[in-house]
């Protein structure tokens, strides 16, 4: 990744039981942290939407021939709406990769996916086709998936935009910006 | 100012003719750009309660001890909602700047708070009181208004806080933070 190249981390905010939907918040930072812009869209909650509206938030954005890497916070966005990160690449024509500071528990996803969807089959075939690899980083490891990128790559990247502990700017600051949108201020969680 | 030193930066967003208020946000900026917090609350859009808003946000933060210095864009939000630094910082006991890259244009804002205002004097008086200096930076000026601290303090603290172009950090992602909630992406002004 070239220096100050453009990474947009992406998170949701938290929900309530019962919310239709939920707040997410796309960070432009060029590495590793300085802030070019804020873009939002909104997911269901627990839906299917969110590969494409993804798509539509980043095509609708003016920085989008600037950004380089999409840089989401986990698999799914507002509950188990799955990201497809093949196709959102496909879509973009930009890498992605998901980044999480907790190893997935993949028995209780499948679990849960099974029990709670009439479609859960399909969404964990989504999440097994992503993978999913422990990258170490100076703090703790994170884990990864890739599309458009290959993990070393993507974990080059990470490190250039991570300033303290694990977790990349990009996705520390959609964190904080989603989750002060929802509750009026970010608990943080460095 | 210490080195790190906590500042929260303080914008509206942007609003449209009619709404009775419009959100203002504030980011926590360790020096000079790392981004520690965000919160928000709501003003009058032109109403007289932009100091006890912005007094209850700061009080409610869980960051309210950390924070060395509050940098507001301009000296009034949601419009002509006046901030009475001088009360604010009596309040919170935390120093007061407001910054604005354009020079005011005294002349027009007088005019506008007599014409559209019962208490368009009272407001002048709050602006008048607080002054305005010119502050050179490495790009172009500022004008500031000071409380709670000196002007080359608040100059020395402005210059800490700065990346690129003249305007500091906690006030520039404010505003881009601001002004995405509004309209789902930040034009950004730099």
């Not at 707040?23 to 269901?44: I, K, Q, S, W």
């Not at 996916?113 to 479609?119: G, I, P, Q, S, V």
Request: hydrophobic share 45%.
């Amino acid at each position: 990744m070239k220096a100050q190249a453009r990474v947009l981390g992406i998170d949701d905010a938290p929900f309530r039981f019962g919310d239709a939907e939920t707040e997410v918040v796309g960070v432009l930072v060029r590495a590793p942290n300085y802030v070019e812009g804020v873009m939002t869209t909104r997911v269901a909650v627990d839906g299917r939407d969110a590969t494409p509206r993804l798509a539509a938030m980043v095509r609708r954005s003016r920085f989008r021939e600037a950004i380089v890497l999409l840089m989401i916070d986990g698999a799914a966005l507002g509950g188990f709406n799955v990201v497809d990160i093949q196709a959102l690449h496909e879509e973009t024509r930009i890498p992605v990769v998901t980044v999480t500071r907790r190893e997935p528990d993949q028995a209780s996803i499948e679990r849960a996916l099974r029990a709670r969807f009439e479609d859960g089959e399909e969404r964990l075939a989504v999440l097994r086709r992503q993978g999913l690899t422990e990258v170490p980083t100076a703090h703790k490891p994170l884990w990864v998936s890739c599309a458009g990128i290959g993990v070393r790559e993507a974990s080059a990247a990470i490190r250039a935009c991570t300033v303290r502990g694990a977790l990349p700017e990009p996705v520390r600051i959609a964190h904080i910006v989603a989750t002060a949108i929802k509750r009026g201020e970010s608990r943080g969680r460095a």
